[in-house]
């Protein structure tokens, strides 16, 4: 079961790198479908605030221009590199929370009792992953967009730094996170936006897919007694 459990995590991981390589909206009308599998599993509470997450996303991703430049990157190649910067961006997270016991980013757990339902759950659990990133994203751009009008020059500067706080506050509230954990959250956060507004949002989520994926295989085969690393 965990070998199919990975199969299934490469396989929607890879359905979403050709769909985004074809149309963005298209590749987020996918996430969508994934979301619908899973929402049936996810808390009341959580899964509010991924419904909310997904709307802004395809509302605003409709309406305001996006601040990456991947769209010049989705090419084989250009592809291929994002998904190496997220592996290296993702050990990096690894070494940033092997350095502090506050170092946490919260995974959500899907309610799920059915072996074949839990063979997908490490799949649907990271999917959620790049909901996440796609808000983060969107609220940035939609700063950028609308910060000249509020911040003035200083939009550049204020608009990465409050949404890197939006997912920070979001894990603290949402996964009922110590408050120190709050730094962290926010630290990643801005390493993606990084990679976002300088090459690819590929690399954030394959990084943040990675960090769910793994912890999800761990708690989902250690539910059922099998030992993940076998």
């Known amino acids: 079961m965990v070998a199919l459990?990975?199969?299934f995590l490469v396989i929607i991981?890879?359905?979403?790198?050709?769909?985004?390589?074809?149309?963005?909206?298209?590749?987020?009308?996918y996430l969508v479908t994934l979301f619908l599998f899973a929402a049936p599993n996810i808390s009341e509470g959580v899964?509010?605030?991924?419904?909310?997450?997904?709307?802004?996303v395809l509302v605003f991703g409709l309406l305001i221009p996006a601040a990456q430049v991947d769209r010049d990157n989705v090419s084989f190649t250009g592809i291929l590199i994002s998904v190496g910067l997220g592996v290296g961006v993702y050990f990096l997270m690894q070494y940033m929370q092997s350095q502090s016991a506050?170092?946490?980013?919260?995974?959500?757990?899907?309610?799920?009792?059915?072996?074949?339902?839990?063979?997908?759950?490490?799949?649907?659990?990271?999917?959620?992953?790049?909901?996440?990133n796609k808000f983060v994203f969107t609220t940035l751009d939609i700063l950028l967009h609308y910060g000249p009008l509020l911040f003035s020059g200083?939009?550049?500067?204020?608009?990465?730094?409050?949404a890197a706080s939006v997912f920070a506050i979001f894990h603290l509230s949402a996964f009922d996170l110590a408050l120190s954990s709050l730094i962290f959250a926010a630290l990643v956060?801005?390493?993606?936006?990084?990679?976002?507004?300088?090459?690819?949002?590929?690399v954030a989520h394959t990084a943040h897919y990675l960090w769910n994926a793994v912890?999800?295989?761990?708690?989902?085969?250690?539910?059922?007694?099998?030992?993940?690393l076998q």
């Not at 991981?13 to 009308?29: E, S, T």
């Not at 991924?50 to 709307?55: A, E, G, K, N």
């Open 215 to 228: 912890i999800s295989v761990q708690r989902t085969f250690s539910i059922v007694g099998v030992n993940p």
């Open 189 to 202: 956060a801005g390493i993606w936006i990084i990679f976002y507004t300088a090459y690819s949002q590929i």
């Open 154 to 162: 200083l939009s550049v500067i204020i608009a990465p730094l409050i």
């Open 102 to 132: 506050q170092a946490i980013i919260g995974v959500p757990s899907l309610q799920i009792n059915v072996a074949v339902q839990q063979t997908l759950s490490p799949a649907y659990t990271a999917v959620l992953g790049i909901i996440e």
């Open 5 to 7: 459990s990975i199969a």
């Open 47 to 56: 899964g509010f605030y991924y419904s909310i997450m997904l709307l802004t």
């Open 13 to 29: 991981f890879l359905g979403y790198l050709i769909l985004y390589a074809i149309n963005d909206n298209l590749a987020n009308f």
